[in-house]
Each structure stands twice: as structure tokens, then as C-alpha cells.
């Protein structure tokens, strides 16, 4: 079957649903859209624009979209489905996998955190389920402004599981590049490690690239990192290389002083400006974060490996409070982060 004939069905498109299936739909693909109606009823009026980085700004407009609220509408005709969903939604989304595709359709996780494709494959048995890693970060416009506009605000080229040879063909497309990766374990991990930035972000309020041009966050990455690590490398676990740099370096280099900071890791610090974390989109959006795949993953690891992992505990126990205050970013400065206030440490 040739690329255009295959269907693609984005499952939970919100930032990089769109991001991913707007660049799909533009390289000629057929897509479906598989959207909440607030998002079905932004497109359906203004349509989507799809832009990044490098200057591409591309709109498809509402007539050319295909976007549907109704999993028998979106999910039968599938021959892959990339699920894009948040974490806390990879069951509810799996049951309608389970429900409405066709046994043969691929199932692509293209989800933070390390357990979602395992999480896939236990609900939907004998079907082929993919790891996948995203490793830019998707601004959406704010809600209400048309066209819904989804901005790639970093690069990096998506990876996905080796299994299906002509997957990465078939998503590789103009703005969106895609590999193939014979051990996507280490690579999840790899990205929980920057991942675990996510929180920092979300708690600080402040865009990616601010935060990590100051050491103060820095440094309580880098012991995140180091925590992370640990529990790692007695779990037996080695990440892969992700920002360009070796995990075990990445501590190092942040701690590095502002100045050889954003010399070194020019890599790093090529962000929009605007870009801040999928987290701190939750929390101002009053949602529950995901946070419990990403530092609670860490802490899963450290505590059955016995490692230490109290920073990575206590950033927690910072989003928790955030979280059920739902007042959105609370806007710290780090010097809360490493001595919080007493009525932020729940978990
Ligand atoms: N945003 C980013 O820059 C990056 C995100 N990621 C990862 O990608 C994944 C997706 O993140 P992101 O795109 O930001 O998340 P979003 O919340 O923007 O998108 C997910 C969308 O799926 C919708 N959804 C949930 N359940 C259903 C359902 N049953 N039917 C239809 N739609 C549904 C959600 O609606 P509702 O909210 O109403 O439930 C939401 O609109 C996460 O694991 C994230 O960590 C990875 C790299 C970067
Ligand atoms: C920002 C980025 C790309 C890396 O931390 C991300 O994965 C997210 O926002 O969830």
C-alpha cells in the first residue's frame, strides 16, 4: 500500500498530535485528527497552522482537515494510530484502540515517560505496539485564538521502535523527521533525564530557555540528573545519548557557570522563546501533570534499587501541591524549590 492510501489516525490530538498530524497531512498523508470537541470545534472553524523553528508556517485549512470527537468514526479505518495522549489517559485511550481498530492497525506511542508502550501492549495484547520519543518541545496557541496554531519550538528527530520498516518512511515528512531505533528502552530513559526539566519549567513559570540559562535551576536539575542516574545504573539501565551529550556528562555541563553553560550547549539552549514544558501547559490549564511518570518513575527505580533520590522527591512533592492549588504556575524562584514552605510538601 502506498503512503498516501495508508491511514494515520492521530489519537488525542492536542500540541504534538497536531504538531505531528499537521505535518502529515501537509507531505500528502491521510489523517484523521481524533480530537476533544474543543479542539474539533478551534479546527473545524479556523483550521491548523502548523510552523517551527526553521520559518515553515503552513496552514491547512478547516475543509481540508479530517477531525472527528467519535472513536467509531476516527479508530476503524486505521492502519496506524499514534497516541498522543497524556500519560494518565494511555488506558482510557488503549480501551478504544481495543474497542474500535482493526487487530492489524500499528500502534505508535509517541508519549513522555518510559512505561506507555508497555502500558499499550498490556491492554491491547497480540497487536503491534511501538515505543516512540519526541524530543521538541510544541507550543499551542492559547485557547480561543484561530487558527489553533502549533509552533515546533525545538528540533530533534522523532525516533521509533524498530518493527515495521516502512513506519519511519511513512511518518518521516517535511518538518517532522523520524528514525528508527533498535533499543527505544534507553532512549525513554535518556529523555526522562531531560524530562525531569519539565517540572522546573512548571514551577518556575519561566520559558525553557530562561530557566536553563540560569545556574540556579540548573543545579537543581543536575542533582535530579545525578539521583536519576544512580538509580539507574544499579537498576542496570543505561540511557541513551540525547541532547547530543553523554547522561553521565549532563550533570557536569549544567553546573558549568552561566557563561561556558550557553557556550557548550548551544545544542541545548536553540529553544524558542516562548517554549516553556508540556507540564507547565498542564498546570495552567488546572490539569492533573504527568508528573508521577517522570520524577515518580525515578522514584520507582531508586526505591527498589535503595538510592537516594530526595531532590527528585521533593520536586514531586512541589508539583502535588501545585497541582491541587490549581492556580496554575506558582511561579517560584529556586531558592523556594530547595527550601520549600512547609505547606508545599505534600506528595
Ligand atoms: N507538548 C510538548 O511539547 C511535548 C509533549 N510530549 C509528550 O507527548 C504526549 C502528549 O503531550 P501533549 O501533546 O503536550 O498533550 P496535550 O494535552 O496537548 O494533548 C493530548 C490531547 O489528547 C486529548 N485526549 C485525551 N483523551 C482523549 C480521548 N479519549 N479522546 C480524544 N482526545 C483525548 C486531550 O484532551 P483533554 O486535555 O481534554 O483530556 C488533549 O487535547 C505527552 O506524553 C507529553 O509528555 C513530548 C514532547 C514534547
Ligand atoms: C520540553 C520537552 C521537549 C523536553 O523537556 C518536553 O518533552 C516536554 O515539554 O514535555
Same mark, same amino acid.
Given at each position: 500500500m =502506498?503512503?498516501?492510501?495508508k491511514r494515520i489516525?492521530i489519537a488525542g490530538a492536542?500540541?504534538?498530535?497536531c504538531?505531528v498530524?499537521?505535518?502529515?497531512a501537509l507531505?500528502?498523508?491521510?489523517?484523521?485528527?481524533? =480530537?476533544?470537541?474543543r479542539i474539533?470545534?478551534?479546527?473545524?472553524?479556523g483550521?491548523l497552522?502548523?510552523?517551527?523553528l526553521?520559518g515553515?508556517?503552513r496552514?491547512?485549512?478547516?475543509a481540508?482537515l479530517?477531525?472527528?470527537?467519535?472513536?467509531a468514526?476516527?479508530l476503524?479505518g486505521?492502519d496506524?494510530?499514534?497516541v498522543?495522549v497524556?500519560?494518565?489517559?494511555?488506558?482510557?485511550?488503549?480501551a478504544?484502540i481495543?474497542a474500535?481498530?482493526?487487530?492489524?492497525?500499528?500502534?505508535?506511542?509517541?508519549?513522555?515517560g518510559v512505561d506507555?508502550a508497555?502500558r499499550l501492549?498490556?491492554?491491547?495484547?497480540?497487536?503491534t505496539?511501538l515505543?516512540?520519543m519526541?524530543?521538541f518541545n510544541? /507550543?499551542?496557541s492559547?485557547?480561543g485564538?484561530?487558527?489553533?496554531?502549533v509552533?515546533?519550538a525545538s528540533?530533534?528527530?522523532?525516533m521509533v521502535e524498530?518493527?515495521d520498516?516502512r513506519?519511519?518512511?511513512?511518518l518521516?515528512a517535511?518538518?517532522?523527521?523520524?528514525e528508527t531505533?533498535?533499543a527505544m528502552?534507553? /532512549?525513554?530513559?535518556?529523555?526522562?533525564?531531560?524530562n525531569l526539566?519539565n517540572a522546573?519549567?512548571?514551577?518556575?513559570?519561566?520559558p525553557?530557555a530562561?530557566?536553563l540559562?540560569?545556574?540556579?535551576?540548573?543545579?537543581?536539575?543536575?542533582?535530579q540528573?545525578d539521583e536519576a542516574l544512580?538509580?539507574m545504573?544499579?537498576s542496570?539501565?543505561e540511557?541513551a545519548?540525547?541532547a547530543?551529550?553523554?547522561?553521565?556528562?549532563l550533570?557536569?555541563?549544567?553546573?558549568?557557570?552561566?557563561?561556558?553553560?550557553?557556550?557548550?550547549?548551544r545544542?541545548?539552549l536553540?529553544?524558542?522563546?516562548?517554549?516553556?514544558s508540556?507540564?507547565w501547559?498542564?498546570l495552567?490549564r488546572?490539569?492533573s501533570?504527568e508528573?508521577?511518570?517522570?520524577?515518580?518513575? /525515578?522514584?520507582?527505580l531508586?526505591?527498589k534499587?535503595?538510592?537516594p533520590a530526595p531532590?527528585?522527591q521533593l520536586?514531586?512533592a512541589?508539583v502535588?501541591a =501545585?497541582?491541587?492549588?490549581?492556580l496554575?504556575?506558582p511561579?517560584?524562584?529556586?531558592?523556594?524549590?530547595v =527550601?520549600?514552605?512547609a505547606?508545599?510538601?505534600?506528595?
Amino acid at each position: 500500500m =502506498a503512503n498516501g492510501e495508508k491511514r494515520i489516525v492521530i489519537a488525542g490530538a492536542g500540541s504534538i498530535g497536531c504538531y505531528v498530524g499537521g505535518c502529515l497531512a501537509l507531505a500528502g498523508r491521510q489523517v484523521v485528527l481524533f =480530537a476533544r470537541p474543543r479542539i474539533e470545534a478551534s479546527l473545524r472553524q479556523g483550521g491548523l497552522r502548523v510552523s517551527d523553528l526553521e520559518g515553515r508556517d503552513r496552514l491547512i485549512k478547516p475543509a481540508e482537515l479530517a477531525v472527528t470527537t467519535d472513536p467509531a468514526a476516527a479508530l476503524p479505518g486505521a492502519d496506524v494510530i499514534l497516541v498522543t495522549v497524556k500519560s494518565g489517559t494511555t488506558l482510557e485511550m488503549a480501551a478504544l484502540i481495543k474497542a474500535h481498530a482493526r487487530p492489524d492497525a500499528v500502534v505508535v506511542s509517541l508519549q513522555n515517560g518510559v512505561d506507555n508502550a508497555d502500558r499499550l501492549r498490556a491492554a491491547l495484547g497480540p497487536r503491534t505496539v511501538l515505543a516512540g520519543m519526541v524530543p521538541f518541545n510544541v /507550543v499551542q496557541s492559547a485557547d480561543g485564538e484561530l487558527p489553533l496554531r502549533v509552533h515546533r519550538a525545538s528540533d530533534g528527530k522523532v525516533m521509533v521502535e524498530d518493527g515495521d520498516a516502512r513506519l519511519a518512511h511513512l511518518l518521516d515528512a517535511e518538518g517532522l523527521a523520524v528514525e528508527t531505533h533498535g533499543a527505544m528502552k534507553a /532512549v525513554l530513559w535518556g529523555k526522562l533525564l531531560m524530562n525531569l526539566n519539565n517540572a522546573l519549567v512548571a514551577l518556575s513559570g519561566l520559558p525553557l530557555a530562561t530557566e536553563l540559562a540560569d545556574r540556579r535551576w540548573r543545579l537543581i536539575l543536575a542533582s535530579q540528573i545525578d539521583e536519576a542516574l544512580l538509580a539507574m545504573k544499579a537498576s542496570g539501565i543505561e540511557p541513551a545519548r540525547i541532547a547530543g551529550l553523554r547522561p553521565t556528562l549532563l550533570p557536569k555541563v549544567l553546573r558549568l557557570p552561566d557563561w561556558l553553560f550557553k557556550l557548550l550547549a548551544r545544542r541545548m539552549l536553540a529553544i524558542d522563546p516562548e517554549a516553556r514544558s508540556s507540564m507547565w501547559d498542564d498546570l495552567q490549564r488546572g490539569r492533573s501533570t504527568e508528573i508521577d511518570d517522570l520524577q515518580g518513575a /525515578v522514584l520507582r527505580l531508586a526505591e527498589k534499587a535503595g538510592t537516594p533520590a530526595p531532590t527528585v522527591q521533593l520536586i514531586k512533592a512541589l508539583v502535588r501541591a =501545585a497541582e491541587a492549588e490549581r492556580l496554575g504556575s506558582p511561579d517560584l524562584v529556586p531558592e523556594k524549590v530547595v =527550601a520549600p514552605p512547609a505547606g508545599r510538601r505534600s506528595t
